[in-house]
């Protein structure tokens, strides 16, 4: 059973930066692909960002490339999401989930993660 904390969320005026983490525990980090998922009020959890099993891949939602990075720490157990020049459509709460499936993919299902935090509000003003 893994167990996943994000922090680093809060309180943001358009154009700012944050940087959230996720550590996670009780299982072997590097077995598990990481992803960041958002949910903003009235709307549906949807997909940010993922990282393959060692870093060498990242795949983003259209409307965050260029701005948000993925990167994880595996010494670390840790998974970051770097998000530069925020807007109030970012706004929202934000979810890392680890994955253990045998593939990674560009476009994979919520359904394909099988861990997922509690999650950490983001909120930016314009």
């Known amino acids: 059973q893994v167990q996943l904390v994000e922090s680093g969320g809060g309180f943001m005026q358009a154009g700012g930066s944050l940087t959230l983490s996720c550590a996670a525990s009780g299982g072997t980090f590097v077995n598990y692909y990481m992803g960041w998922f958002r949910q903003a009020p009235g709307k549906e959890r949807d997909f940010v960002a993922s990282?393959?099993?060692?870093?060498?891949?990242?795949y983003y939602k259209d409307s965050v490339k260029g701005r948000f990075t993925i990167s994880r720490d595996n010494a670390k157990n840790t998974v970051y999401l770097q998000m530069i020049g925020l807007e109030p459509e970012d706004t929202a709460v934000y979810y890392c989930?680890?994955?253990?499936?045998?593939?990674?993919?560009?476009?994979?299902?919520?359904?394909?993660?099988?861990?997922w935090g509690q999650g950490t509000q983001v909120t930016v003003s314009s």
């Open positions: 989930a680890a994955g253990s499936r045998s593939f990674f993919r560009p476009i994979m299902p919520q359904s394909d993660y099988d861990y």
């Open positions: 990282v393959s099993w060692t870093g060498g891949s990242t």
